[in-house]
């Protein structure tokens, strides 16, 4: 039988919640078991451990030691790393579980460590890779500059002078290991998203900011009478034909480069922006919403799918992603449905349902049923 990966089923909100709340307690047991001053010690090498993380990744050691058990210093000789420096970097991975290292110098992945190889089923190999990026962490070093200056510019923008979109266009192997990075993790809730909500079983859906189509591909599987459109940036929607073709649905979807901030002219019964709304300031949603409720057909919903953050409840989880967007995001933020709803409200369409698939919301609006530019 085949194995059913953990979350390809909606998760209601109040069970991650819970889960994430009871996770919180067990770790605050654990650091009250020791002086403070030692248990901060230990969350400050939470910057070591991210490191040890994406090191693993980028020199190609979490793939080499794959399911196996290997000699750390022959697979040091095989890497062509250094085998002392390996054999301290690996002793420092095994202090942070994502190794085991026995007196032999012998190394396997640890539970915590598997998903960090490529072909682990729940991979998130590219993510771990790109969050600690040296442009990451030079972008969580603007932090300080953001307190005081305000959110925008972004950190990114503050280190490196352009946006993160910018950059990954100058600089394509760190915007494809980006790409990769939100395939692995749409990949993880794509089952419980194409589950989550009604999506048409005929007619056509556009996924806007859709990345090379994980989403889109999964939601086409489950619904074989519809068809979708991708728009996405030029280099983008290049590296989605091969993965459109691996996923049978090459035929079923029309790739069509267009910017956010116009040019959206799709014609589709349902649009989803997944992850793109957190990446922008209130004042650029407003411009991508009021572009979309433009083009939108009389009736047409749209899905908006972020991380679900109240202002006044701070989320182990959704908390760290707004952090992310701050850093690296121009105006990034993750919001309240209320809040999604209230700008959706301001483009011109309807407020729909609210549901949810884990940690995300998916938030509906609804264009008109009577043509804007009939009346
Ligand atoms: C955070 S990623 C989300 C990708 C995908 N929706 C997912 O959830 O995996 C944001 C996407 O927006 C695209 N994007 C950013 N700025 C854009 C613009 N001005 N016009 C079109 N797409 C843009 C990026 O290329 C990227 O694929």
Sequence with gaps: MAAVPLLSYPVPHAAVRFGLGLRRRVQALADWMMPAEAALWDHLAGMQRARLAGVLVTSGLADAIGTGRHDARELARRLGLSAEVTLRVLGAADAARLVELDGSGRVRLARLGGPLRGDH????????????????????????????????PSGHRLAFGNSIWDYFAEHPDEGARFGEAMRQLTTIDVGALARAYPWPRQGVICDVGGGIGTLLAAILARRPLARGVLIDAPGVLEDAESFLRAQGVLDRVTRQPANLFGGIEAQADVYVLKWILHDWSDQSCAQILGGLAAAMPPGARLVAIDQHLEPDRPSPISSMADLLMLATCEGGRERSPDHVHQMMQAAGLTPGRVRHAGLHMLVEGIAPAESRSAT
Excluded: D, H
Excluded at 127 to 133: E, G, N, R, V
């Design 121 to 152: 089923p729940r991979s998130i190999a590219a993510w771990a890779a790109y969050q600690t990026s040296a442009m990451n962490l030079a972008a969580y070093g603007q932090l300080e500059g953001q307190l005081r200056g305000g959110e925008q």
